[in-house]
């Protein structure tokens, strides 16, 4: 397959629009569209009244045809917003940009002014760029010359996209471009979708935000002492962890180490480390004025996909309201009537370094359903007929391996987590690589690869390559995270395309929502396409989920931060609560 | 506010089947990386280290040890040599072995004097390693019985993974730099009180 494939012609897009209202987390409200034939260059311009008495886009989009665009998922929306059908081959520059760059570091970045510099071709000035934006960000009204400009900016654009394709034809790998493209559509439909969340709470919250904030320093750091007005301060936290006796890993600057996922790992050892390490995440990630929830109460946001190096999606973490502390999270709820349902690969991770790397014995112990007791009895540690609660303390351990052999942990680290000697971490891992060999094998195969090779690549082609600075761990990790990134992006489309409603990616999950009476079939229907991403994936190999289903007026709640969740709501109670006359 | 349409209406279908697109993970193929044995130990395994010796009797091979003691290092003499030197020689069998991290080493066992009697001590070493070409097991020296205590492992391991190098290629690689063949040599100068 190439371009020689699309007889009905190759169509480069591009839309300005701005979100209804102007406010950031609705729909888009397209303003004009411009339309250039690839390579004849023909090209047709067209204003907001045109569009919307358009009953579909004006260019051919379906089988024979090709709708090419940078950053894709923007052109789906406005489709959407216009009640179009979206085209059925979707080409993104913007995609295969990022997949032809990633780990080089592209010095202008990814943009598509960035894009065309790398191809050192001609482009409008960032300031022209942003100059325009802002006018159509202005939502009008437009008089006749700035709607000729607008519209002339938008086709700097499209010619843009062309040059771009003529640098980028020959390297485009057609099939699984456009699954990517086609992954794009599903973005368009869930951030279209969006989550529901309760409004009145968050008004409440960001109504009251700065009392709670004093209460909570209060009441928890009375047991600390380590704040001094809103501020932490490292110095207090040094003196508390010396007296406390809590060895805190450092930096080699040698200051602490003061970073989430460190009090993360160490709150899991030192449960008194637990409340303070909340009360940072709450206070630093609240930044609740930048939520970004449309004038429908659902939380829609720019997904960002294939940002991070592993082609993850990586959405803003303030706009996102699976971005902050797990405690916000309780503000999910469905609307009357409706239900949603948090879907997500069991032990994820685990199941795709079996099946990629084909060791047996790994495969064996992902599918008993308990993959870190399965470890433990293959290692000879428990006997056959052990189970989690019958040897929990021996599961936790062997858990504590499989995951720092994930994250490319070591020995120090493990000790640390487990609360045990380094010993004992050193041994566990020397049974993991006993125990699975041939996954040690492949993933040092991995490692050569990358290095001799110069690139890592997933099941569907989206690639790494690699730089000067060569980071073991990374690469080790790049395999289960980029093709648990292929995973997501095959059961979106799956699942989007199948009708499902679904409201966010978060990681190896899925938010979902139906009307209460169809929730239990949506689940099944979903779950169902979720093991055929899966068996996609990983040639054959299947991966179960798991599944909590929350039904209106129940809420959604992570249960790290339930107990957050609740302090914060009774503060509030009591913030609101009016004075006695 | 305008109700968007949730599901893509002409997207249904695409005539890709997505599975036919997998590309394999099979890193490192194409580039044949492979581990080369470039070091070799020889002696007796610590008492904490589990190994097994190779079952087969072409992975043994005798030979005249030099050893240094203070810097725990063994050097093979030459036939000719050892006869001069015969009171700081002593006659082994080296047994190819191999530990559970699948390190290859070769542990001496000393034959019996020419009258046929052999040190309990060495006796028992030769036991263990019969006993390892079948089990894994650590050994350590028991001075009151001048012999080896065998520690078997009880867990279910798994066979050892040897490599495809023969007893010389070994015995090469092991004593590589380490092989006097001549009186001149600074080992043997050393231990005559020559320097």
Redesign the interface.
Known sequence: MDATNFSDGIYLLDFEFHP?GGREG??PLPICMVVREWPSGRTSRHWRGDLQRMAGAPFP???KALCVAYYASAEMDCF??L???????VLDLFAEFRCATNGLRPAHGSGLLGALLHFNLPSISAEQKDSMRDLVLARGPWDAPEQEAILEYCETDVVALAALLSAMVAQIDW??A??RG?YM?AVS?IQ??GTPLDTPVLKALMANWTSIQDQLICDIDRDYGVYEGRSFKTSLWEEYLIANAIPWPRLASGRLDMCDDTFREMARTYLQVAPIRELRAALSAMRLASLQV???GRNRCLLSPYSSQTGRNQPSNSKFIFGPSTWLRGLIRPRPGWGLAYIDWSQQEFGIAAA??GDPAMMEAYRSGDPYMAFAIQ??AAAPSATKHTHEAVREQFKACVLAVQYGMGEASLAVRLNQPVARARQLL?LHR?TY?QFWK?S???V???V??GR??????WQIHTGPQVNDRSLRNF?MQA?GAEMLR?ACILM??A?I?VCAPVHDALLIEAPLDELDEAIARAQALMQEASR??L?GFELGSDVKAVRYPARYMDKRGAVMWEKVMNLMDLIEEPEPA | MKALPITPKAASSLAVDVKSLRLPANYGATLGVKKLLTSVSVGKPEKSRFFRCHPSSEMAFMAMLLEQKESHEYYVVMPDIAQAISELVRPVMLHAAIDRQNNVFLIPVPLPEDSGTRHSAHESLAQAVEYAKLHWIRIAYNKPTSGYDVYEAMGVIPEPEWSAHDIDSLVDIAFRGKVIDSLDHPVVQSFLGRI
């Open positions: 209804v609705n729909p989009t379906g089988e959407q917003a009640g179009w059908a979206m085209p059925v081959h099939p699984r456009l699954l086609r559509k439909c279209a979708n449309g004038d429908d990629l790397s290692a000879g020397e006993r060999r492949w040092d195969s991995a050569d690869e990358a001799l090779g890592l690549w997933t099941g569907f082609g395999p093709n095959i989007t395309e009708g409603r996609i994936v040639d």
